[in-house]
């Protein structure tokens, strides 16, 4: 079946340090590919999304492509802040109607 | 601003009781989820619906069950409350082939003691 697999946390960086947060995955057909945000106390948020191969998602300096060679959707910012530390989560959907999540890295940027 | 609305943010009950998790859209979308997150576990998918009045068991029903009177609000129950129930539930709702991706609540943190 379809899932996630993303790197195991927990991860501390110091502040304007480079962060990449790996996500793979296994799944049938062309899935659509997401990265989602958790911020303390509060649900999860759409952090970016690609939808093809090759396709590249952004959001506030994040960055993410879809790799269909390699089944990757790693997460990359150049240069993370204090208010970055958060859960991050890698997820999937193939159908666009369920959504397969990894089990979350959780980021603390210290100052 | 689009919404899901989770109607309470914290909740302690006591074993045994019987516990309602309200989830209320106002974005029209068909389809609508709860989820538990655990630490070490991520999200983990109880039950799930497509359209009013039908249901799915998702990964993890038992101990759950869910009602969908109405499109816009999707109830998660808890029958009898075991201590293992306690956990940070998360709805979240989505369009018909939502690419756009999920929707979710603030979550609600139940207690069971």
């Known amino acids: 079946g379809d899932s996630v697999t993303q790197m195991e946390g927990p991860v501390t960086l110091s502040e304007e340090a480079f962060l990449t947060i790996n996500c793979t995955y296994t799944a049938t057909g062309y899935p659509s590919l997401f990265w989602y945000v958790q911020y303390p106390g509060e649900g999860l948020q759409l952090l970016l999304k690609a939808t093809k191969a090759d396709d590249k998602g952004s959001n506030k300096g994040f960055e993410a492509t879809y790799r269909k060679e390699t089944t990757s959707f790693h997460l990359e910012k150049g240069s993370v802040q204090v208010s970055d530390s958060a859960v991050y989560f890698c997820?999937?959907?193939?159908?666009?109607?369920?959504?397969?999540f990894g089990t979350g890295t959780s980021l603390t940027v210290i100052p | 601003d689009v919404k899901v609305t989770q109607s309470s943010r914290y909740l302690v009950k006591r074993t045994g009781e019987k516990v309602f998790l309200e989830c209320v859209q106002d974005?029209?979308?068909?389809?609508m989820f709860w989820y538990r997150q655990d630490p070490g576990l991520g999200l983990r998918l109880i039950y799930f619906s497509y359209d009013v009045k039908m249901k799915e068991k998702g990964d993890i029903p038992e101990g759950y069950s869910v009602s969908r009177e109405k499109k816009e609000r999707f109830s998660l129950i808890l029958e009898s409350a075991s201590t293992n129930q306690t956990s940070m539930y998360l709805c979240a709702s989505s369009p018909v082939q939502g690419v756009g991706g999920y929707t979710f609540g603030s979550g609600t943190r139940l207690t069971v003691v």
């Open positions: 974005m029209d979308h068909e389809n």
């Open positions: 997820a999937l959907s193939n159908t666009g109607n369920q959504f397969y």
